[in-house]
């Protein structure tokens, strides 16, 4: 059975500081079951113990992270046989040690949350190169690329196929659609089609006004709010692709800037094992580093992120304005 790594703890109460665990969970299937049923085939282990027949759903807890900054982010909560609480981090949580739960606080009545969140290019994407402009699924480890800093070779790539089945289960899977110039400066070239959590590259005077810098990273699922970017409805089978380069690294897909595969902590425990193994053979440096990489652009913090969408949608700029 897939095996799906993630981080969590066992709900101790309100004001408690958390320290997280790995979680590894076993799934016939990559997401959440239904809201709070019980899926005799998925198990989680946390602190060396394995629980069965748990009931599941997505939470919605307000929280306060190690900082002193407050956030509401959306947890995976599992009910166990003697009553106690698994809560697990969905990728790109802010919850770090020493986070304390504010509450408990509401149940988000969906199912669905993936256990590996995709952070991939739709099959098809074409991709700068020094050459030409290549489809990503034609590219190949050793073939370069073009960013700001130049040509640079790709070390990794990645692929996942998401059948129709599978996103007839999941709607989280279908990929944002990004039209022709709705970033602005005319880009994306060409309809550019990412999944819901892969980064855009900004550059907007809204962004220094907020930040102190043009340029900060906005998954694709957060830009839904402005005109002519939307999830993918009509969809019903998609092959995801994802590359790494030395470092995290800014590419053109379609002709706008978006991140190459971000591998923070939360990200590569995200990953299934084998292919974590594939990227600690290649990148042996992310096994003994304690700290997250540095990210090629500012990624604000999920209020930051939606101020600076609340602005661009109030006064109608463009994401991308380079003059």
Same mark, same amino acid.
């Given at each position: 059975m897939?095996?799906?790594?993630?981080?969590?703890?066992?709900?101790?109460?309100?004001?408690?500081?958390?320290?997280?665990?790995?979680?590894?969970?076993?799934?016939?299937d990559?997401?959440?079951?239904?809201?709070?049923?019980?899926?005799?085939?998925e198990?989680?282990?946390?602190?060396?113990?394995?629980?069965?027949?748990?009931?599941?759903?997505?939470?919605?807890?307000?929280?306060?992270?190690?900082?002193?900054?407050?956030?509401?982010?959306?947890?995976?909560?599992?009910?166990?046989?003697?009553?106690?609480?698994?809560?697990?981090l969905l990728?790109?949580?802010q919850?770090?040690?020493?986070?304390?739960?504010?509450?408990?606080?509401?149940?988000?009545?969906?199912?669905?949350? #993936?256990?590996?969140d #995709?952070?991939?290019?739709?099959?098809?994407?074409?991709l700068?190169?020094?050459?030409?402009?290549?489809?990503?699924?034609?590219?190949?480890?050793?073939?370069?690329?073009?960013?700001?800093?130049?040509s640079?070779?790709?070390?990794?790539?990645?692929?996942r196929?998401?059948?129709?089945?599978?996103?007839?289960?999941?709607?989280?899977?279908?990929?944002?659609?990004?039209?022709?110039?709705? #970033?602005?400066?005319?880009l994306?070239?060409k309809?550019l089609?990412?999944?819901?959590?892969?980064?855009?590259? #900004?550059?907007?005077?809204i962004?220094?006004?907020?930040?102190?810098?043009?340029?900060?990273?906005?998954?694709?699922?957060k830009?839904?709010?402005?005109?002519?970017?939307?999830?993918?409805?009509?969809?019903?089978?998609?092959e995801?692709?994802?590359?790494?380069?030395?470092?995290h690294?800014?590419?053109?897909?379609?002709?706008?800037p978006?991140?190459?595969?971000?591998?923070?902590?939360?990200?590569?425990?995200s990953?299934?094992h084998e292919?974590?193994i594939?990227?600690?053979t290649?990148f042996?440096?992310?096994?003994?580093k304690?700290?997250?990489?540095e990210?090629?652009?500012?990624?604000?913090?999920?209020?930051?992120?939606?101020?600076?969408?609340?602005?661009?949608?109030?006064?109608?700029?463009?994401?991308l304005?380079?003059?």
């Amino acid at each position: 059975m897939p095996t799906f790594n993630a981080q969590g703890f066992v709900w101790a109460g309100a004001g408690i500081p958390n320290t997280l665990s790995p979680v590894l969970i076993s799934d016939d299937d990559p997401a959440l079951s239904s809201f709070f049923q019980i899926d005799p085939n998925e198990d989680v282990t946390i602190n060396n113990v394995t629980y069965s027949n748990l009931r599941g759903g997505i939470r919605s807890l307000p929280f306060t992270d190690s900082s002193g900054t407050s956030h509401i982010e959306n947890f995976s909560i599992f009910l166990t046989s003697s009553n106690d609480w698994i809560i697990v981090l969905l990728p790109g949580s802010q919850f770090d040690d020493g986070s304390t739960l504010s509450s408990f606080g509401n149940w988000v009545n969906a199912g669905g949350a #993936l256990w590996n969140d #995709l952070f991939c290019f739709v099959k098809g994407t074409h991709l700068k190169t020094p050459t030409d402009q290549r489809r990503i699924e034609d590219l190949k480890i050793g073939d370069e690329v073009c960013t700001p800093q130049g040509s640079k070779k790709i070390k990794w790539i990645g692929r996942r196929e998401i059948t129709a089945a599978m996103m007839a289960q999941n709607t989280k899977l279908k990929p944002i659609r990004i039209q022709k110039g709705a #970033l602005g400066e005319n880009l994306p070239h060409k309809d550019l089609c990412v999944s819901r959590q892969h980064r855009l590259l #900004l550059h907007s005077r809204i962004a220094q006004n907020i930040f102190g810098t043009k340029q900060v990273l906005i998954p694709a699922i957060k830009l839904t709010a402005l005109p002519n970017i939307a999830i993918d409805e009509d969809i019903k089978s998609v092959e995801y692709f994802h590359i790494m380069l030395d470092h995290h690294s800014i590419v053109y897909a379609e002709g706008a800037p978006a991140e190459t595969l971000y591998t923070s902590e939360t990200v590569l425990n995200s990953l299934p094992h084998e292919v974590r193994i594939e990227i600690n053979t290649i990148f042996p440096e992310l096994m003994t580093k304690n700290i997250d990489p540095e990210p090629a652009h500012l990624i604000p913090s999920l209020n930051q992120q939606k101020k600076l969408i609340y602005r661009h949608q109030k006064n109608g700029h463009p994401l991308l304005e380079y003059a």
